[in-house]
């Protein structure tokens, strides 16, 4: 299974664009790239999955480079509410396989 | 449409009870999986099953745990007997058999405190 890298922790100002970089140096061919959004008693909760180049959906986009062998999830304008636990999943989601969560970036957003 | 549901939402045993966790997922996803994150650690994978098929149990701490999925509806997660380490929160998560992209929706989680 890949094993996954990210910064422990980061802080951003209300307003700001955020970017979490995360590095995946062992994927594999079939793996895709997950992130998770976690709060405080919450269970894990989907924020974007892509493959490769770049993916975007109404609350993030999701940078690949051509090697795969880092992602990079962005959130625009980020507020108060999403300060939480980012996780960078890598894995055969097609094939089912388990998802491996690392120890994730815990993101403080300040006023 | 609802989400997975976890039940219960915390449970307090003492050492040497049973415990049953019980999952019910999304209707339609043949993937069921089952977490855990012990205090300060990270969230680690317990087993997966795919309809009423043990997928993958490497995760499985030792024998006293024990899951099932009946029919491959709901699963249940049995704790026998409990002890002190076995403290934390249970996720389970359900997805689709996949066709293009997949996610994973996650319950709330089970909060488990052995005394």
């Known amino acids: 299974l890949a094993k996954t890298t990210q910064p422990i922790s980061m802080d951003s100002y209300e307003g700001q664009e955020v970017n979490i970089t995360c590095s995946h140096n062992?994927?594999?061919?079939?793996?895709?790239i997950t992130w998770y959004q976690q709060f405080p008693s919450q269970g894990p909760r989907f924020i974007i999955q892509g493959y490769k180049t770049k993916v975007t959906n109404e609350v993030a986009s999701l940078f690949i480079p051509a090697d795969r062998k880092s992602s990079t999830l962005s959130l625009p304008r980020v507020s108060l509410s999403d300060t939480a636990v980012y996780y960078c999943l890598v894995g055969d989601v097609l094939a089912g396989n388990m998802l491996t969560f690392g120890g994730g970036t815990r993101l403080m957003v300040k006023p | 449409e609802a989400g997975v549901t976890q039940f219960p939402s915390h449970s307090v045993i003492e050492k040497g009870q049973t415990v049953t966790l019980r999952c019910d997922p999304i209707?339609?996803?043949?993937?069921l999986y089952w977490y855990r994150r012990v205090m300060g650690k990270e969230i680690k994978f317990l087993l997966h099953?795919?309809?009423?098929?043990?997928?993958?149990e490497s995760g499985m701490p030792n024998n006293r745990f024990l899951a099932e999925r009946t029919g491959g509806t709901y699963s249940t997660l049995k704790v026998q007997p409990a002890e002190l380490e076995d403290s934390g929160v249970y996720f389970c998560?359900?997805?689709?058999?996949?066709?293009?992209?997949?996610?994973?929706?996650f319950g709330q989680g089970t909060r488990l405190t052995v005394v």
């Open positions: 062992n994927i594999a061919t079939n793996d895709y």
């Open positions: 998560a359900s997805s689709l058999v996949g066709q293009g992209n997949t996610e994973a929706f």
């Open positions: 209707s339609g996803h043949d993937n």
């Open positions: 099953f795919v309809k009423e098929s043990k997928q993958d």
